[in-house]
């Protein structure tokens, strides 16, 4: 998917704007000459991977074409402190106005990218990919899942339209896995719907009756400590692609992945990230 062409960003990048500037950057307007010219530059405070920097050039294209960009690290790539992300020439009063978008969703974003590039690189020899979940930031969760894609991690759904995931609530609201599955291929079949079919699973007991189905394409695993893990990957026998879930931390990513699970979803790669330090510097005279 082309993020930085999705229909959302430059919707949220107006909405997000037109927030912070409001009927004008009071501040920028009495300080700063309308007339003046100056440069300023992307100073990375922190080691990790960088991300948000086609997003910081869309946000100073869309507030003022006459900005100038000069791109010195893309994104995806591993930084240090004291490393320069970018140069921004043009207007100071638009600079200034959209510095803190741009490093908002920058320091975001790239917190997030280092996190999923740090799990990747546990996954380095097995066949598991480590996926993102929907425990997202609402209304920015296209620009996480793609800070996801930047650290070499993959997108799990995007949201509840474009994939069938039947999880716990649903099986027991629906009186058990059986009638919940059957219902859902019905009702897909009903509305003309080709999407794929997860469903969760907390025991062996519920793997095997997953397993007495068809039409199932994921089987989750949810919450269940390694030797189940290992029991049920090899009664499922590649059937269909299996997904460990449920406080998945670092510390555990190795060991998962050695049961032969195809995938490990992670909420913890977009809620609870620490974001990289990164600021935005006039470079004087």
Known sequence: MDFLHHPET????R????EDIGSGDITALSVIPDSAESKARCLIKDDGILAGVAFAERVFQLYDDSLK??????DGSEVKKGDIAFWVTGRTQS????ERLVLNVMQRMSGIATTTRNVVKLLEGT????????KTTPLIRHLEKWAVTIGGGTNHRFGLYDMVMIKDNHH????GITAAVLRCQEYLRTHGIQVKIEVETRNLAEVEEVLSLDGVDVI?????DIPTMKKAVERINGKCKVEASGGITPESVRAIAETGVDF???????HSVKSLDISLKAVKG
Not at 10 to 13: G, T, Y
Not at 220 to 224: A, Y
């Open 172 to 175: 027991d609201f629906a009186g």
């Open 127 to 134: 066949k598991c990919k480590v996926l993102d979940t929907r």
């Open 15 to 18: 909405e997000a704007l037109k």
């Open 69 to 74: 960009i000069e791109i010195l690290i893309p």
């Open 264 to 270: 490990l979803s992670m909420g913890a790669l977009t």
């Open 10 to 13: 430059d919707k949220i990048i």
């Open 95 to 98: 600079i200034l106005s959209c």
């Open 220 to 224: 989750m695993l949810d919450n269940m």
